[in-house]
């Protein structure tokens, strides 16, 4: 008995190319701007009007994390207690200040660096 392998009729084999030039500071920009594991799979989502998913920012993740830790103590505190008092409604202030600054300061840096790509 033999295996034959057996094609899948929703995957299609791309055989058509485009064949793109860039200069060295687009070839740079364009690697730099790349997300994904090759630059052709980016390109073709980029083409295709997918929005390609960017890493995120490994300390944004970690600071997230310890908001979300303490946001969950607050909550258990008050589920508890069923009552907010005066140091849990200071530390919900504080917790959502620290996430103001977060999304304050990724948004700087994310137009920042559509700044220095554009140039």
Not at 29 to 43: C, D, P, Y
Request: glycine content about 4%; some cysteine; charged content about 25%.
């Amino acid at each position: 008995m033999s295996r034959a392998k057996i094609e899948e009729p929703h995957k299609k084999i791309r055989q058509k190319s485009i064949k793109v030039r860039f200069n060295e500071t687009e070839y740079e920009r364009v690697l730099k701007r790349q997300s994904g594991n090759t630059l052709a799979g980016w390109l073709r989502q980029v083409a295709l009007g997918i929005v390609p998913i960017h890493q995120a920012d490994a300390d944004l993740v970690r600071n997230i994390g310890r908001i979300g830790s303490n946001l969950n103590q607050l909550a258990r505190y008050v589920n508890t207690q069923k009552t907010i008092d005066q140091n849990v409604h200071n530390e919900i202030v504080a917790i959502r200040s620290m996430l103001q600054q977060l999304i304050a300061k990724n948004i700087a840096d994310a137009v920042a660096e559509d700044d220095s790509n554009d140039c």
